[in-house]
């Protein structure tokens, strides 16, 4: 297959395996050119420009190409693809609803489990956020920052060191230098200027990645969200009857193991808070 100027899949492919991923995303859209909307040659052509896209972080234009393709019929790889775009663009709940999809075609997709485990984090830790959000308005209180955490902290976005500042990034064949100073590391996301840092920094999304205790092989239920490490205790009517009402709805403990790990697990997210 050819496009405008003679340029083919061939060259397209060439320039993807040599990671100039611009080069290969306008290779693509001159093919892309020749094909008829609707057409279900657009398929693989899509997907690939939107691999391109989320390669060098255009993650709307990769939402966008994945969608024509799901236009086009049920796809696995378009599914998934859009899924890691929309985390990326802190869209987490339909990020988590595009894998639920993919996992609907593909039960045992690696990939797409993965990317359920690293979302369905997310996705809890952003409601724990906000039912502790709306407490604290029902109380009319406003939330403190997390003791070690300032929100105004300039290492609040995990910045690199001054030693990576200038990282390069790669668009429409373009390389482009960015500021790293306004890169959050553990989201994964550039920031333009000093505000839409703050704001990022600010936004439940960001707050409920650097606050999970994921990365770790915890052997007990999580902890309850909303109380401090000190406030967790043991529940009395498990140790005294061996069983709880509550069963892992329980806000206690049901051991001095558990007890003890809760505490570990809260100590490990005032780390990385204070990390970030």
Request: aromatic residues 6%; hydrophobic residues 30%.
């Amino acid at each position: 297959m050819e496009g405008q100027c003679g340029v083919s899949l061939e060259q397209a492919n060439e320039y993807f395996g040599q990671q100039e991923y611009g080069k290969a995303a306008e290779c693509l859209s001159s093919l892309l050119t020749q094909v008829p909307d609707g057409a279900s040659e657009r398929t693989n052509l899509l997907n690939s420009r939107a691999n391109c896209y989320l390669r060098t972080k255009q993650y709307e234009k990769a939402v966008i190409d994945s969608d024509e393709v799901l236009s086009l019929g049920p796809n696995i790889e378009a599914l998934l693809r859009k899924s890691k775009a929309l985390g990326k663009l802190g869209r987490f709940h339909e990020a988590y609803q595009a894998v639920e999809q993919c996992l609907a075609l593909d039960p045992q997709n690696s990939g797409a489990l993965k990317e359920q485990t690293r979302l369905q984090t997310v996705v809890d830790a952003l409601q724990d956020e906000v039912g502790d959000e709306e407490e604290l308005a029902a109380a009319g209180k406003e939330r403190e920052p997390p003791e070690g955490s300032e929100r105004d902290s300039p290492n609040m976005n995990g910045s690199p060191s001054s030693a990576s500042l200038g990282k390069a990034t790669q668009g429409s064949g373009t390389v482009t230098t960015t500021d790293a100073s306004l890169y959050c590391t553990y989201c994964d996301i550039q920031c333009q200027t000093k505000v839409d840092l703050h704001l990022h920094c600010t936004s439940l999304a960001h707050q409920a990645i650097i606050m999970s205790d994921s990365g770790r092989d915890w052997k007990h239920r999580p902890p309850p969200r909303g109380i401090t490490g000190d406030q967790y205790s043991l529940c009395q009517e498990h140790i005294s009857q061996g069983n709880c009402p509550f069963g892992t709805q329980c806000t206690a403990a049901h051991s001095e193991d558990e007890l003890a790990e809760w505490r570990e697990r809260y100590q490990y997210r005032q780390i990385r808070i204070q990390q970030a």
